[in-house]
């Protein structure tokens, strides 16, 4: 039976809701406490390096999950796995809500995360499933509200609760709404997945969590701990290892944990190089404009979060709009424009000043995201689209842990630079001051702490604009890559140019 006839001829509507309202929950915890943090280090009396493994701590045990999730889809139906995992989600995010101790928060959310990291994937395989490639598009950018959207409305959110509540009242929104997410799933949720009676590899179990657990852990904290710590290299260093070793040893095998062979599908090889380089790049405007409105302007989280929030909207209410152009004219036209959207608009914000009014930093953020939301959905579903049905899973997982990866290593990258220039140039900027500062003028002490925060400022502006810079020419690559993308077909072949989305047998050229 081909892959086309394995679809449904009714896509099942109601089912995907309740994976996607379990999908968008699970997320939105990811970056949901990043804004609250500081009011959890006064409630608890931990430090700063404590309470970041909150989000560092989430972050990993995603790094370590998604990759198995593949297994998971495929050995289990998607019902029992979507009951699990958000089984999983709910305990964490009620036992966070009553946490007494910081140690038992953690612990909360380390379990929250062990239900949301299989979220993603199976949502991704589902709909992969359900929709004929021909219809895809539309569902997948519907899809991209939980991708795109989620996270960006963390902090917002967030923001808002901490300024008029406490941080438990976080967890207190998202448990309603699992648990009634859980309850309608074990009443309305059917299995739609195909399952294969695999067994897992313990040794590429442990070669994936030590491989993608040390990249994502290693990258996360370059940015603050500095390259030079061991604990960053180290982790890092066994990554790389682990991770090569994951590789051969899934090439070695007949049953894969995770297939490695899907990179001899071109198109997929180069959706996941395009995603890669465009997730680096998207972290500038999720990490530094924060810094620059925040530290550098003085505006509070609420209001940075506020600034945010049209970008998030944007992307929400184009992804389904994007979806059915994607349908229409193909990844390649999308990836184009949306790519030229976001180096213009990355580039604009590499002239940031002191002088930049609150609505046009506003407005260039919400066109940014538009950019973005033209991009990443379509070129990530004509990528899987090439794959044959048995590799979903593979696909997915591949996905979500490379859109983690890239993001901790983006986040890592742009903020060594921004310190970087930041220091270079403030050692500029002290030099010029002090051969311009008038020796026999009294100068309060008062007035050398302004200088030096003055100068620190504009050293840390000098900093975030290069950052931006090199985020413009990051894009500009992936802008790059985007010409060689092609259309592919119902059947998974790709297309010769000009031809419709329904190709004859002539109108097909193989990888």
Do not use: C
């Amino acid at each position: 039976m081909s892959q086309e006839n394995q679809m449904h001829s009714k896509p099942p509507y109601g089912m995907i809701a309740i994976l996607f309202i379990g999908a968008f929950v699970a997320i939105l915890n990811e970056t949901l406490l990043n804004v609250a943090l500081p009011s959890i280090m006064t409630e608890f009396k931990v430090d700063a390096t404590a309470v970041q493994w909150l989000t560092t701590g989430y972050m990993l045990i995603n790094g370590i999950l998604i990759p198995a999730s593949a297994f998971f889809i495929q050995r289990f139906t998607n019902r029992s796995l979507f009951l699990t995992a958000m089984t999983l989600f709910t305990i964490g995010t009620i036992l966070a809500s009553i946490s007494p101790t910081f140690g038992v928060l953690l612990a909360a959310r380390m379990i929250q995360a062990s239900g949301s990291a299989v979220m993603m994937p199976l949502l991704m395989n589902v709909m992969l499933v359900a929709f004929p490639v021909e219809k895809r598009g539309a569902a997948m950018g519907t899809f991209g509200l939980v991708m795109i959207v989620a996270p960006a409305l963390g902090p917002t959110l967030s923001g808002w609760v901490v300024e008029h509540y406490s941080w438990r009242t976080l967890f207190d929104i998202v448990i309603p709404i699992a648990i009634l997410s859980l309850v309608i799933g074990i009443f309305k949720l059917k299995n739609l997945t195909p399952q294969r009676a695999i067994k897992v590899d313990i040794f590429s179990l442990i070669l994936s969590s030590f491989g993608f657990g040390g990249l994502l852990y290693g990258f996360s904290n370059a940015g603050s701990d500095g390259w030079t710590n061991p604990f960053v290299y180290g982790s890092i260093i066994v990554g790389v290892i682990s991770v090569i070793g994951l590789i051969f040893r899934q090439l070695r095998m007949d049953e894969p944990m995770l297939e490695f062979r899907i990179y001899k599908h071109s198109m997929f090889a180069l959706s996941s190089a395009i995603s890669i380089v465009l997730a680096i790049a998207m972290f500038s405007g999720m990490i530094l404009l924060p810094i620059y409105v925040q530290t550098i302007r003085g505006f509070s989280p609420m209001e940075a979060g506020i600034l945010m929030l049209p970008g998030a909207l944007v992307m929400g209410f184009m992804s389904p709009i994007t979806g059915k152009l994607f349908d229409k004219y193909g990844a390649k036209t999308l990836g184009i424009i949306g790519l030229t959207i976001t180096i213009v608009t990355t580039y604009y914000f590499s002239k940031l000043d002191m002088e930049i009014s609150y609505t046009a930093l506003m407005v260039l953020f919400a066109i940014r995201s538009l950019g973005m939301s033209m991009v990443m959905m379509p070129i990530m579903t004509n990528g899987l689209n090439q794959l044959p049905q048995k590799d979903y899973p593979h696909g997915t997982a591949m996905n979500n842990t490379l859109q983690q990866v890239s993001g901790a290593i983006g986040s890592a990258l742009l903020i060594t630079i921004m310190n970087k220039r930041s220091e270079s140039e403030a050692e500029v900027l002290m030099q010029d001051a002090m051969l311009n500062m008038d020796p026999s003028a009294a100068t309060s002490e008062q007035a050398v702490t302004e200088m030096k925060t003055q100068i620190l400022n504009e050293a840390m502006l000098h900093g975030i604009n290069f950052s931006f810079l090199v985020s413009t020419f990051i894009a500009a690559l992936a802008l790059i890559l985007a010409f060689f993308i092609r259309r592919v077909g119902p059947d998974g072949k790709i297309m010769k140019k000009g031809k419709s989305n329904m190709p004859s047998e002539s109108a097909i050229v193989t990888d």
